[in-house]
């Protein structure tokens, strides 16, 4: 099973129709049951399409909390300049693949300047761990690799 077809049988669809374009158009009403504001440090606004904060799943929520307080906190400075969570679409914006787990919440991408698909990027070692030993998974160790992206898994 992929993490799409259980995220949808255990949470439903998020989206109410999908676009040629690869974008869907979100179920607000699933967004408002489903999700989570989770607060930026102030000095991540910069990039931030949603300015101080960003959506993401409830369940995925709280860890996600404890691993930007880390990040935030640690005495090697990681400039998180870009970030997002919540994203209604298909993988790669092609509609004849499943939704992206960005589009149920259970995803975030950070500094995709730096950190672009095939490439090793920069995030470090430690944030790498940090994400890890909350039961997220980085795209980072994928065969293609996406150093960006990061996904809950401890739910599925
Ligand atoms: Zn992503």
Same mark, same amino acid.
């Given at each position: ?9 255990? &949470? ?19 967004? !408002?049951?489903?999700? %989570? ?8 606004? +910069? ?30 400075? &990681?400039?998180?300049?870009?970030? &997002?969570?919540?994203?209604? $679409? ?6 004849? $693949? ?10 975030? +991408?950070? %500094?995709?300047?730096? %950190? ?5 990027? =920069? ?6 761990? !940090? ?9 980072? $160790?994928?065969?293609?690799? =996406?150093?960006?992206?990061?996904? &809950? $898994?401890?739910?599925?």
């Amino acid at each position: 099973m992929t993490l799409a077809t259980s995220l949808h049988s255990k &949470y439903g669809s998020p989206i109410l129709t999908s676009l040629p374009s690869g974008w869907c158009v979100p179920d607000w009403r699933w967004v !408002a049951k489903n999700t %989570n504001f989770v607060p930026l440090p102030s000095d991540w606004n +910069d990039g931030n399409p949603d300015g101080d904060h960003i959506l993401i799943h409830l369940d995925a929520s709280v860890s996600l909390f404890a691993i930007l307080e880390v990040i935030e906190q640690s005495p090697t400075r &990681y400039p998180v300049n870009q970030i &997002y969570g919540l994203s209604m $679409r298909h993988k790669m914006l092609d509609p004849s $693949r499943s939704l992206s787990a960005h589009s149920y919440g259970f995803a975030i +991408d950070i %500094n995709w300047d730096t %950190n672009p698909v095939g490439q090793r990027g =920069d995030i470090p070692d430690w944030i790498v761990a !940090a994400f890890e030993v909350h039961d997220w998974v980085w795209g980072g $160790r994928w065969s293609v690799p =996406d150093p960006m992206h990061f996904e &809950y $898994r401890g739910d599925t």
